[in-house]
């Protein structure tokens, strides 16, 4: 059985991994475990809070209750065993915590599409996973078309290296069927310069 970690926060681009996700097909049962991070500022475990920080959580647990409740219809009738999970701590990682302790074979989340400046100031989470996660990471993209229920197009770039076949392996993991159009790609790059005299 896969194990899946479906990192939520309720927002659109988690919600549309989550579609995404219920759209793959799988040969074999699923585990999807659905996780939502509550981020407790480090500061505030040694500061008097007063009931704030208690109100806080309570909040986000009513909210990830939520969020999973929209998430487990997606997946009704599947052959996907859902479970849920709220940790408290930074986002990144309690993601890749989890997904170590549950060894599980790939997270998948949401792309918040941040500048190429916002990703170096912020350290987005999708690149902290990608570095750090002890698992292969899927980073869904907001559909161009808007629409989920588009014929899905997945673009694969390649070279000749291990991390490279890993990843071939793991997207054959999945029978897409034939209404995916996939393409595998590489691209060769030249120093400026290197074929003139």
Do not use: N
């Amino acid at each position: 059985m896969k194990k899946i970690v479906l990192a939520v926060d309720g927002s659109t681009y988690s919600m549309q991994a989550a579609r995404f996700l219920a759209r793959m097909p799988h040969q074999e049962p699923l585990e999807l475990m659905l996780l939502s991070v509550a981020e407790v500022p480090p500061h505030t475990r040694d500061y008097p809070t007063g009931d704030w920080l208690q109100e806080s959580l309570e909040r986000a647990r009513s909210a990830a209750a939520d969020w999973f409740k929209q998430i487990d219809q997606l997946f009704q009738g599947a052959d996907v065993k859902v479970t849920h999970e709220l940790r408290e701590g930074h986002l990144g990682e309690s993601i890749v915590q989890f997904a170590g302790e549950q060894k599980a074979d790939m997270v998948v989340l949401g792309a918040r599409g941040h500048s190429r400046v916002g990703r170096i100031l912020l350290c987005s989470t999708s690149y902290y996973l990608a570095t750090h996660s002890p698992c292969s990471v899927l980073v869904v993209r907001p559909r161009v078309s808007g629409r989920d229920d588009a014929d899905l197009r997945i673009d694969i770039a390649y070279e000749e290296a291990d991390p490279a076949d890993a990843a071939i392996a793991e997207f054959g993991i999945f029978l897409w069927g034939p209404d995916v159009e996939d393409d595998v790609f590489s691209v060769e790059s030249y120093l400026y310069g290197f074929f003139t005299e």
